[in-house]
């Protein structure tokens, strides 16, 4: 089992510090309480537990968000390489641990552009797997081509098409059976639902942060698969009013959500985006 991290800290350490103070563990629940604190109003670098004030401030809510809470023991979490057709590619497969049900689909998550530091951690990546994950389904992310440890050099988007198709040879090998879904963000969605679009193993379809303005998305007017589209009103590589004209034309069940004042990033906007994903579920 893979350690969870929240801004670097291990969650365990952050889930330790509530019952620093047993006889108090209900008190300390509150943030409020948390916040008017002696040590944090005179403005104390560290928790009486031990940890960076700054960083628990920022976590708090997180860690109060049952979600969240539910997904560091629900799945089992593996890093592995699998085997791509350039070498070998660095990925991580969250698989539910105890499945109430059969899950009804498995899930791959392609990263953004590995020239401009994409790869499988970046936080919209992440959010999207979280959300995925919550939903009790078996979610995979990748680092493609030359991005993290994964092997080769960047193909400008025709040779990772080829490594999303040997990450979904992987997924359908895992969970034969299951249909798959192909969630991209930005050069992650360009590429994937391309792919997605073709591999008759894929049944559902997530763009996030589709760059419009500089990537043809023409492919997707043959693709009847249901799709969902989030993204930011401010984003600057895919203007709205492009996004809203290219759903417009696609066949098939597509559903788009604008999220107001989030860029490219979903900046201090992820919540917004995990609504989203799961909404689209229910």
Not at 73 to 82: K, Y
Not at 152 to 167: I, P
Not at 235 to 255: C, F, M, Q, T, W
């Amino acid at each position: 089992m893979v350690s969870r991290q929240h801004r670097g800290v291990p969650l365990g350490r952050l889930f330790a510090a509530e019952v620093a103070f047993p006889a108090r563990k209900s008190h300390w629940r509150r943030p409020e309480t948390f916040l008017q604190a002696s040590w944090f109003q005179q403005g104390a670098r560290s928790t009486p537990f031990g940890l960076d004030v700054a960083v628990f401030e920022a976590t708090w809510h997180t860690l109060k968000n049952p979600r969240i809470r539910a997904m560091t023991a629900s799945h089992h979490s593996r890093n592995f390489f699998l085997e791509g057709p350039a070498g070998r590619l660095e990925a991580i497969l969250w698989a539910p641990s105890a499945p109430a049900r059969r899950p009804p689909l498995a899930a791959v998550v392609c990263h953004p552009h590995p020239l401009f530091g994409g790869t499988m951690h970046n936080k919209v990546v992440y959010q999207a797997a979280k959300s995925l994950d919550a939903l009790g389904l078996p979610v995979l992310r990748f680092n493609f081509r030359g991005a993290g440890l994964s092997a080769g050099k960047h193909s400008r988007g025709v040779g990772e098409q080829d490594d999303v198709r040997a990450a979904l040879d992987f997924l359908a090998k895992q969970f034969r059976a299951l249909p798959l879904l192909l969630a991209g963000f930005s050069f992650g969605a360009w590429v994937g639902l391309r792919v997605g679009c073709e591999d008759q193993r894929v049944s559902h379809l997530i763009g996030l942060g589709v760059p419009v303005n500089s990537s043809d998305f023409s492919f997707l007017r043959s693709c009847k698969k249901p799709k969902l589209f989030v993204h930011g009103s401010a984003d600057p590589y895919g203007a709205v009013e492009r996004v809203k004209r290219l759903v417009a034309s696609i066949p098939g069940e597509n559903h788009l959500v604008v999220v107001t004042g989030a860029d490219h990033f979903f900046s201090n906007k992820l919540d917004e985006l995990d609504a989203a994903i799961t909404t689209w579920f229910e």
